[in-house]
């Protein structure tokens, strides 16, 4: 990858995260007034005035919309309301736990599906392939709150095996990576199923089997190498979404993710912690991105970087 190209993505990538920060101080704004919910419904106008004073919410609009670009600058997301601490720290120390979360639950759903698709394409139109279709089609429909209350109920309630929620050891991972799991296995089983469908079917694989190469060095070596662009895109873009968080699985399980984190700054009007959290996922994303870009160079010595 050369470096003209990481710096053209790193320039399109500060333009989209300032216009994306910018929306997002306007937006948390129309929450309501942080004053209003931290302070009691009794409280008096001077009370009221005095927080707003504090939080620098008595200027107008504009005002404060240039004070913040100022702070934005310096990377300052100023102090959480809710944490009474350094907005960007708080995020910090979230956003590990999302990101850990994530690659888990992505990795094996990766896996599993590069294996399952392939075992489904290799037996195109038997019973197996009939199955593995109905098995991934589900797993990609099914909504992540309902999996992870109807595993609370099942292994944590009934059974009395797994925690209903918290964080500590690897029994609090179980239960919210196997939420996560779901549904990115059911999609990429579909998309290995298909691409392998069509790579068995190329020209350079009869040719390989024609000059008497081996059933599974055609499938996991010739056909499979090809057939992974379009999952690598897919994991992509689902990693992505993963570095927002899984919002509603980590409220399910009290998970101290950076989605958890996200949801309850907009509720509590947590302005700095919104905002800082916004940043952080955001800068994640690029990142992404452009591993992404490698992992295509290095799968498909045909596809360069430039």
Not at 130 to 146: K, Y
Not at 264 to 274: E, M, S
């Amino acid at each position: 990858m050369s470096f003209t190209y990481f710096l053209k993505r790193a320039v399109f990538a500060a333009l989209a995260l300032a216009a994306l920060m910018t929306s997002a101080f306007f937006l948390v704004r129309l929450t309501g007034d942080p004053a209003n919910l931290y302070l009691p419904v009794d409280a008096s106008d001077a009370a009221r005035e005095a927080m707003r004073v504090r939080l620098g919410l008595d200027h107008s609009l504009p005002w404060q919309f240039l004070d913040w670009a100022g702070d934005m600058l310096s990377l300052d997301f100023g102090t959480s309301l809710w944490h009474n601490r350094p907005a960007m720290d708080v995020v910090l120390e979230a956003l590990p736990n999302t990101l850990a979360l994530g690659a888990i639950a992505l990795t094996l759903a990766f896996i599993a599906a590069v294996i399952i698709g392939s075992i489904a394409a290799v037996n195109a139109g038997g019973w197996i392939d009939r199955g593995i279709n109905v098995l991934s089609q589900a797993a990609a429909s099914v909504p992540d709150f309902w999996l992870g209350l109807m595993g609370v109920l099942l292994f944590a309630v009934t059974l009395r095996i797994l925690p209903t929620s918290g964080f500590g050891g690897p029994i609090y991972w179980i239960l919210p990576v196997a939420c996560l799991f779901a549904r990115p296995f059911g999609t990429l089983v579909q998309i290995v199923r298909g691409s392998m469908i069509e790579a068995l079917n190329a020209t350079f694989v009869r040719t390989a089997r024609a000059k008497g190469a081996r059933g599974g060095r055609v499938t996991f070596v010739h056909a499979l190498r090809n057939a992974l662009l379009p999952a690598v895109t897919v994991t992509g873009d689902l990693a992505a979404q993963f570095a927002g968080g899984g919002g509603v699985v980590e409220v399910v399980f009290g998970f101290p993710g950076i989605g958890k984190l996200l949801i309850d700054g907009i509720l509590k009007r947590d302005f700095a912690i919104v905002q800082a959290s916004i940043f952080a996922v955001a800068v994640v994303i690029f990142f992404i991105n452009i591993l992404v870009d490698m992992l295509y160079a290095s799968i498909d010595p045909r596809v360069r970087v430039e």
